[in-house]
């Protein structure tokens, strides 16, 4: 007998960037700590969210960086992607853009509606509260020039269960 059809994955389309300040050496994040309902309280994090229905994900991470942080992109890379099952509040899936913004015009804002945006040196990255999964794939984002990972790590009860990852 043939086994049933896998199930259809219609996870949430997002983007994450992290803006590298002009000599590289450190990153804009955001504190979130201003909504009691934000799924993220308490943690730092790269700046992005979900795509619209009629962009692209790099229309969609400038529009986000845009809004969030007050700055234009000008130069980027994507530097992978990540599948997140049962990532979401209530279950759902989320597939992710990651990029590194290396060049951007303006100045950002200090702050937003989630919280304070602070420069930090990337080499101190991994001492922040930020997402469990987040520091198995923060420093990818910042090594092998060249190449891109790709990954999957699926989510249960608000904690990461497998991090699996391929250079491209």
Known sequence: MP???A????????TLGYVMSPDG???LMVHRHRRPEDAHL???????GKLHADEDVVAGLKREIREEAGIECEALVLRGTISWPGF??????????IFRVDRFRG???TENEDGPLLWVPVDRLMELPMWEGDRHFLPLV???PGQQFHGV???????PIRWQFHWV
């Open 153 to 159: 790590m699926p989510y249960c009860d608000g904690k």
């Open 142 to 144: 910042f090594a092998n």
């Open 88 to 97: 979401g509040k209530g279950g759902e899936n989320w597939f992710g853009f």
């Open 3 to 5: 086994s049933p059809p």
């Open 25 to 27: 050496k450190e990153v």
């Open 7 to 14: 199930p259809v994955y219609t996870p949430i389309l997002a």
């Open 42 to 48: 308490g943690k730092y994090n790269g700046l992005g």
């Open 107 to 109: 100045e950002p804002f």
